[in-house]
């Protein structure tokens, strides 16, 4: 396994850095050693999920790693969101065994893992069992067997269906992005990833292999220094953080309170971001801070293509037109793509579809939604490529992809990949709902767009009482900005809901 050899060669240097400890690649490899073979004493064998209710304590990144050496899927689990929404996630990942790390949050695991039909056990070092010579003869020939088609990792991401959609990413998949991530960021051991991103949130997928993979170390950031910026700046100067990747969101936020600079944040030698679109008049703001000391970095890619699939830097002449969103580059050397128009020719503008080894096996435990979203290429160029329809449009100029918009409900707010319709969904679960409808409504910077429902109610029904019910449905982030009561929501000649109408009520 990749990992055994950096903590083999760099036993001794910080892996895991914490303000009050670090942790380095043996000790994190001991861990994971430990936990393998207590997976394996509570009779896990390869290809059953485990999942992890995730709030960056050491131990479960150690889980993350025992979980890859027996070639075990895991799936992270915010603890903090819905418990309707976790155990939906979890009905599908059907996890034999479910771990979280943090006993605050400890009533709530087990009532997941109850309703999953699952033990759950809090991580923690009384449950390390002492390793064997046997114990340990056994993890290497079951590491052995672990191919590069074993499933590594279950992320999920909003459905349509207003079910979550696990994406199941290979062992392959995962070994392509660290090596192109690490020649691409020149990542060497001296660095330190700021793990800013949620490890359910696919960004994190950057951090933990592209850091850890390639023998740096990574700083984790709890997730209440995410809404204090000053105090978030100084802990990651504090852990002399280098590479920083998060959602643009959170870069125009702390550029608008003025809390990043040059001085605060000396080690920084690349800004890199994606998730959301970046509004140039906003990028040159961050521009104009780091131009002198670090790389500033567009990154695009699904979470079905492994994280990342591009990445753009920026100069000067980026800057000459400030209209739209950057240009997301050149496409990385693990794939190939074509641009599909509406009759599905190939053109320069359209859908981007995504070819090659790191697209991902598909949606776990979901074969139709699987089929309608990748495709197994039978023409003689690509014969049996992968590809993924990501809904995504682009156009291409001069070699390098824009990105348009997107081809049907979904968005991207706050980092977050949302399909509207799972609001919609969760809206009409309501009582009081009869039938929902969400838009996304933009402003004059792509960045600031809002949430809006439209809803029709039988009765008179309270606009924050809604939004305030609809909190233990969905993830804050999902609740909507605005929610517009009205008495029945207007409808097409077809008898659909007029969203063409919506929208105009909305702008008018």
Not at 110 to 131: F, M, N, R, W, Y
Not at 260 to 287: I, N, S, W
Not at 329 to 344: A, V
Request: hydrophobic share 40%; charged share 25%.
């Amino acid at each position: 396994m990749l990992f055994d050899e950096l903590a083999v060669a760099r036993a001794a240097r910080r892996a895991l850095a914490y303000p009050e400890q670090s942790l380095s690649f043996g000790r994190l490899r001991d861990y994971a050693e430990q936990l393998a073979a207590l997976l394996l004493h509570k009779g896990c064998r390869r290809g059953e999920v485990i999942a992890i209710g995730h709030d960056k304590r050491p131990l479960s990144y150690a889980l993350m790693l025992a979980a890859l050496r027996l070639g075990l899927p895991y799936v992270n689990i915010d603890v903090a969101s819905p418990t309707d929404r976790n155990a939906r996630i979890l009905r599908t990942a059907g996890p034999r065994l479910f771990f979280y790390d943090n006993p605050a949050y400890e009533q709530g695991m087990k009532e997941l893992a109850q309703d999953a039909g699952c033990e759950a056990l809090l991580l923690e070092e009384a449950v390390l069992p002492q390793l064997s010579e046997t114990d340990r003869a056994r993890q290497a020939a079951l590491m052995r067997r672990v191919d590069g088609a074993c499933i590594a990792y279950i992320m999920f991401t909003s459905g349509s269906t207003g079910a979550p959609k696990g994406v199941a990413v290979t062992h392959q998949n995962v070994l392509h992005l660290i090596e192109w991530g690490k020649s691409c960021f020149e990542v060497t051991d001296q660095d330190i990833f700021a793990n800013l991103s949620p490890m359910y949130f696919d960004n994190s997928v950057f951090d933990f292999y592209v850091g850890l993979f390639s023998g740096a170390a990574l700083a984790p950031v709890p997730r209440e220094l995410l809404a204090a910026p000053y105090d978030l700046v100084e802990h990651v100067r504090a852990m002399g953080c280098s590479i920083w990747f998060s959602v643009p969101s959170l870069l125009i936020y702390l550029t608008a309170m003025k809390a990043l600079g040059v001085e605060r944040l000396p080690a920084l030698r690349t800004v890199a971001f994606g998730g959301e679109g970046y509004p140039k008049p906003e990028l040159k703001k961050l521009y104009e801070i780091f131009q002198a000391q670090a790389s500033l970095v567009n990154v695009y890619g699904p979470t079905e293509c492994t994280c990342i699939c591009s990445a753009y830097t920026l100069g000067d002449s980026d800057f000459a037109d400030l209209e739209g969103l950057p240009t997301l580059g050149g496409l990385n050397q693990n794939f190939d793509c074509c641009i599909l128009d509406e009759e599905g020719n190939e053109a320069s503008s359209g859908e981007l579809c995504l070819i090659g080894p790191n697209v991902s096996a598909g949606y776990f435990n979901d074969p139709e939604r699987t089929a309608a979203a990748f495709v197994t290429l039978t023409d003689p160029g690509r014969f049996m490529k992968r590809m993924y329809r990501t809904g995504d449009l682009v156009r291409e100029r001069e070699g390098k992809l824009y990105f348009l918009g997107r081809k049907d409900n979904q968005i991207k707010h706050m980092g977050y990949r949302i399909e509207l319709e799972e609001i919609e969904h969760a809206l009409v679960r309501l009582p009081q709902i009869d039938q929902a409808a969400v838009l996304y409504q933009r402003g004059v910077a792509a960045a600031y767009g809002k949430i809006v429902a439209f809803a029709a109610c039988r009765d008179t029904a309270d606009e924050h009482a809604v939004l305030r019910d609809l909190t233990a449905l969905l993830p804050s982030y999902m609740i909507p900005s605005k929610l517009v009561i009205m008495e029945e929501l207007p409808k097409n000649p077809n008898g659909k809901v007029d969203r063409q109408k919506l929208k105009a009520a909305l702008n008018g």
